[in-house]
């Protein structure tokens, strides 16, 4: 089991463009972010704050259907 890191909206994006995701719009400091796949579209909404709470990056993972562990790896 891995500690998530303390990382920014800016990296967490930077990552989820690796992992196919395409910024949709931005709305102030969110950035919607999107990915069309077989199974369905993700769909997700990252804010652009210089640290991200562990339970908001963690909802962003669960919504997306990412592990921990990949996420790591994106980084």
């Known amino acids: 089991m891995f500690k998530l890191p303390v990382i920014s909206g800016k990296e967490l994006v930077n990552a989820l463009e690796k992992a196919g995701f395409v910024v949709v719009r931005q709305k102030g400091s969110h950035v919607s972010l ?3 796949t077989r199974e369905g579209t993700y ?5 652009l704050h210089t640290g ?11 919504q997306i259907g990412l592990s921990k562990e990949e996420l790591l790896d994106l980084l």
């Open 34 to 36: 999107q990915k069309m």
């Open 43 to 47: 769909r997700t909404v990252a804010p």
């Open 52 to 62: 991200l709470a562990k339970g908001t990056l963690l909802d962003i993972l669960h």
